[in-house]
């Protein structure tokens, strides 16, 4: 193969850029209501178990050479845990969130606040129902934005406008995977060589038509892969941080150049999230 040309699905070498972080510990942490499919208010959470996992995420993280910030946990608010829900934070402006469930109202000032209290603000306060990372995603030059179970299709005109860059929007259609951060992995996002992975039969086939449009090389990962939420993995451009039960997933990705860095999560997926979910990216 030649190394002369890098292609996404080829690259000649992976490069990891530094990254900033945002996460939020499961102090508060416990399933009391159910709002997606993978919540069983029934089954008891093993709370120290889920602070030991969330602890070795941040720690792997810190490892990787990125930087970890971490907004204080709020009472009554179990799923604060989940960052990537707290806001989209890009160069071109910081939108803040409105959740479609009013269990998770109060995270919304919470993560808009403090983001304006250390240096990235102002945050848009939004109209439109728009769970953040969660549903929006940075691919380079493009904005890729899901609805179908949170964010509201009018929430990524709202943020088109408020960040003055077009949104691909994909409409997901599996409730097991009701963020776009649960079926699409960020690989890459340098607009010179961007790269995704996704799951396929999470989105409409209109929706499976841009990605692959847009995405000609992208990894399409199976079923097996995106049931044990795998596709929610966070990537720093080389190493990328995912599920140790997403086995096959991780032989995809040292294929194709990666470094799989397993982190079990097991505890935190019983509120419907894995790695993406607890990590909200801190651009520009
Ligand atoms: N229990 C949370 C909810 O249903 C999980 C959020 C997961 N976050 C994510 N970015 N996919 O809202």
Redesign the pocket.
Known sequence: MSTSTRDSAHPAERLAGPRRYLMCAPEHFTVSYE??PW?DAAAPVDASRALEQWQELRATFERLGHQVHVVPAAPGLP?MV?A??GALVTPQGSVGVRFA?PE?AGEAEAYARWLEEHGLGPVHRPVHVN?G??DLLVVGEHLLAGHGFRTDLAAHREVEEVLGRPVTSLRLVDPRF??L??ALTVLDDDPEHPDVAYFPGAFDEESQRVLAGLFPHALRTDAATAQVLGM?AVSDGKHVVLSPRAQRYAEQLAQRGYVPVPVDLSELLR???GA??CTLVLRG
């Open positions: 709002i997606n919540m799923d989940y990537a829900n469930h998770r769970e990372e969660g009701y963020h951060d649960t929610n509120g419907g999230g993406k979910c």
